[in-house]
């Protein structure tokens, strides 16, 4: 080849590589669209500052969002009582929000947390304590158990108990047994038990 044609096929790739390709660098920040990246593939607008924080949109379908301190969203001035002013949304995947060294606060007029899958299920894990306090607290459910491996405390002003299909059995592994329907009763229910306590241990 010439060196005529062999600058005209430089030029025609380097005509074809820049219309896919843009860079533009500015005192304190770079943006580019077309640019490659290890991680996620080509870029489709990215704007990066000089402290690495920015915004970048891949074509794979990825966003990054980064600030070396803080990013604070707000929304809703102007929305009515029932409008949503900022909404997070997965349309598919999950949502996870953590703060490995700090605390997660939810602040609210009212706190609503649901599980909507008919086979959903709500976990509260604490490697220490889990504290609820108010001036009045409901459980409405089918089945409740609560166990625990240590000591179990009731103490209030006023206790009831109330069996709707029967009398209200007690039980206990040291209990003294009076009659054998009772023993049977109670066998049954320190069993249970124990299965139970073993499955939590």
Same mark, same amino acid.
């Given at each position: 080849? @010439? /060196? /005529? /044609?062999?600058? $005209?096929?430089?030029? +025609?790739?380097?005509? +074809?590589y820049a219309s896919e390709y843009f860079s533009m660098r500015r005192?304190?920040?770079n943006i580019e669209s077309g640019t490659r990246t290890e991680g996620h593939g080509h870029t489709e607008f990215a704007v990066t500052t000089d402290s690495i924080q920015g915004i970048h949109f891949y074509d794979t379908g990825n966003c990054k969002l980064a600030a070396? #301190? %803080?990013?604070?969203?707000?929304g809703? #001035? @102007?929305?009515?009582e029932k409008d949503e002013g900022v909404v997070i949304q997965a349309k598919n995947g999950n949502v996870h929000i953590k703060a490995p060294n700090g605390n997660l606060i939810l602040e609210g007029t009212n706190v609503i947390i649901? %599980?909507?899958?008919?086979?959903?299920?709500?976990?509260?894990? %604490?490697? $220490? @304590?889990? %504290?609820?306090?108010c001036p009045e607290f409901i459980v409405d459910a089918t089945k409740?158990? *609560? @166990?625990s491996t240590s000591n179990t405390l009731l103490a209030s002003g006023t206790l009831e108990l109330y069996c709707e299909t029967g009398a209200v059995t007690t039980g206990s592994g040291q209990d003294?047994?009076?009659?054998?329907s009772f023993f049977d009763t109670? *066998?049954?229910?320190?069993?249970?038990? #124990? $299965?139970i306590l073993n499955r939590a241990g």
């Open positions: 080849m @010439t /060196e /005529e /044609e062999v600058q $005209k096929l430089v030029k +025609e790739k380097f005509d +074809e005192p304190g920040f070396n #301190k %803080s990013v604070e969203i707000y809703g #001035k @102007t929305a009515a649901k %599980s909507t899958d008919a086979d959903g299920d709500l976990n509260l894990n %604490s490697m $220490k @304590t889990v %504290s609820v306090k409740n158990t *609560i @166990t003294p047994i009076l009659s054998g109670l *066998i049954n229910i320190a069993d249970k038990a #124990k $299965k």
